[in-house]
């Protein structure tokens, strides 16, 4: 079985613990982490096989936009962006509020994109 770690990136939403619970529903390890991780940081979490940058209503801070760290963009692992404009895309503008669609988009990210098997 293929295995690794989803990387959520909390830029602004208040759900990053639901979707790390999802991701990990899928028998996918998964951490959250703050936007401004350095590729250090991002270094100690072992093998990342995806993020998902978690844009939400929170998304600036005195007036400026957040953004994922340069580490973040730099690497070339899949990314699922959501509520967040990003020079890789914006996969989706909101979550869905129905759990099991939001599961669906989920699984297939992790299985389709970044290639995991999952439950």
Known sequence: ????????VDLGH??????KEDVESFGVPAVICSHEASQEELDSLG??????LN?????????????ASEA?????????S?????WKGVDLFTWPKD????KERIGKFL???????IL
């Open 1 to 8: 079985m293929e295995t690794g770690v989803i990387v959520i």
């Open 14 to 19: 208040e759900n990053c613990q639901m979707i």
């Open 47 to 52: 093998e990342i096989k995806g993020f998902i």
């Open 55 to 67: 844009g939400g209503p929170h998304k600036s801070i005195n007036g400026f936009r957040v953004d």
């Open 72 to 80: 973040i963009y730099e690497n070339e692992i899949p990314t699922y």
């Open 82 to 86: 959501v509520d967040h404009a990003s």
């Open 99 to 102: 759990e099991v669609e939001r």
């Open 111 to 117: 299985s389709e994109t970044c290639k995991l098997d």
